[in-house]
């Protein structure tokens, strides 16, 4: 499975922004999939994740109520709404596969990593 984020950019706080994250494979639709951040100096931290069929999703407290993952097992693409968004949320996000998930929160549980998309919120 490739994986390929976009969607990042530079916005003021308040601001709303998109990610998509675009996935090889006629397989997606059977792939578990979440979104990790890293900000400048730490470490990389779960944000949200959503199983292979879409009925279940899950978020890190610092983003929940603001950001929304969904996806589009036609379009092999698993998507991040955030709003409302805070300087702190400025990071490095990476989307993730994984096909048998034993944690939504760990990373080394995921098995395939895109390239990160930057996201910054300025103040």
């Known amino acids: 499975v490739q994986l390929q984020a976009s969607g990042g950019g530079l916005v003021q706080a308040g601001d709303s922004l998109r990610l998509s994250c675009a996935a090889s494979g006629r397989t997606f639709s059977t792939i578990n999939m979440g979104w990790f951040r890293q900000a400048p100096g730490k470490e990389r931290e779960f944000v949200a994740a959503?199983?292979?069929?879409?009925?279940?999703?899950v978020y890190a407290d610092s983003v929940k109520g603001r950001f929304t993952i969904s996806r589009d097992n036609a379009k092999n693409t698993v998507y991040l709404q955030m709003n409302s968004l805070k300087p702190e949320d400025t990071a490095v996000y990476y989307c993730a596969a994984v096909r048998i998930l034993t944690s939504y929160y760990r990373e080394e549980d995921y098995d395939y990593w895109g390239q990160g998309t930057q996201v910054t919120v300025s103040s």
């Open positions: 959503i199983i292979w069929s879409g009925a279940r999703t």
